[in-house]
């Protein structure tokens, strides 16, 4: 951690800064420059990071020298997969293709569309049993019947399948359906859930929140890491702007940039992003062009007619 003090401070505050590095049994390394003074603080960063330096007088900025995400960084390991049923997910294996509905509707529609997605290339199913909606009045799934449709879809195609949790109080009961857990855009910050799948036995898809940045999903899927499942993907979903054109603006500079800073698997939703079906091949390409491990594509054999 590095400590730069401000232009006009004074020797007895700069004094008084190294002495409380020291008081916390840290060695501070003082470097004087025309201006300001710089102090390298050597030692465990988490003893500093609780203590108030930053609200001493004569402080201008602290800067930390590690990142916060210690599991979730790409300093931490090299790239690494995540197995979701037996299909693998990472930077060094195919770009593999998740399909299926944004909501389960009946089993012959799910069946169908199972069976589509299968034939057009799909290794993972998709479908929600549990619906986050604006309007509490809309659809908000079939639950637990939803889940037995899944399964009955994945054991018909061989298509491991993927759901989201949006209560903790659901995820047993999930997880006796699903291969793998999603965390929705609306969930990203829901702490409780997400130390929640991190003591899971499955693979958690951690979608991006739409107000969120790439530090913020970073630190979310550290919380998932730290419970003790190391199995988590990463998902680039869109991002809210003033942009009103499409739904949301697909931010694919997130996907390069999260491979720079972390071993997780990075994949890209450009439907829901989107919101118009006409643009979303064009944004799977440039999305695989970015970089993105996977896709996860919604599909729907009756469009005009989708809950």
Do not use: W
């Amino acid at each position: 951690m590095i400590v730069i003090t401000q232009p006009n401070a004074t020797e007895e505050q700069i004094q008084r800064i190294i002495t409380r590095v020291r008081e916390f049994g840290l060695e501070a390394q003082i470097s004087r420059g025309a201006s300001r003074v710089i102090i390298g603080v050597i030692g465990p960063e988490a003893l500093l990071r609780e203590k108030p330096i930053a609200a001493m007088a004569g402080v201008e900025a602290i800067i930390p020298v590690l990142k916060p995400y210690k599991l979730a960084g790409r300093d931490s390991r090299g790239a690494s997969s995540v197995v979701v049923g037996d299909v693998r997910l990472g930077e060094h294996e195919d770009v593999v293709l998740i399909c299926g509905p944004c909501s389960v509707e009946s089993p012959e529609q799910i069946q169908a569309i199972a069976a589509i997605v299968k034939e057009s290339g799909a290794k993972i199913l998709r479908g929600g049993a549990f619906k986050p909606r604006t309007s509490p009045y809309s659809f908000q799934g079939l639950r637990e019947e939803g889940l037995r449709f899944l399964a009955e879809a994945r054991a018909k195609t061989g298509m491991p399948v993927v759901t989201e949790v949006m209560d903790p109080r659901d995820l047993s009961m999930i997880e006796k359906y699903a291969d793998c857990l999603q965390v929705g855009t609306r969930n990203m910050h829901n702490f409780s859930l997400l130390k929640e799948v991190g003591r899971s036995r499955l693979p958690v898809l951690l979608k991006r929140g739409f107000s969120a940045t790439i530090y913020d999903l970073m630190m979310s899927a550290e919380y998932i890491l730290n419970e003790g499942n190391p199995n988590v993907i990463l998902c680039e979903r869109g991002i809210r702007t003033f942009e009103t054109a499409a739904r949301y603006t697909l931010d694919l500079s997130a996907v390069p940039i999260l491979k720079s800073k972390t071993h997780l698997p990075v994949i890209v939703d450009p439907a829901h992003a989107l919101g118009l079906r006409e643009f979303v091949p064009q944004m799977c390409l440039a999305a695989v062009a970015a970089g993105a491990d996977a896709l996860m594509i919604e599909v729907h054999n009756s469009p005009e007619m989708a809950k």
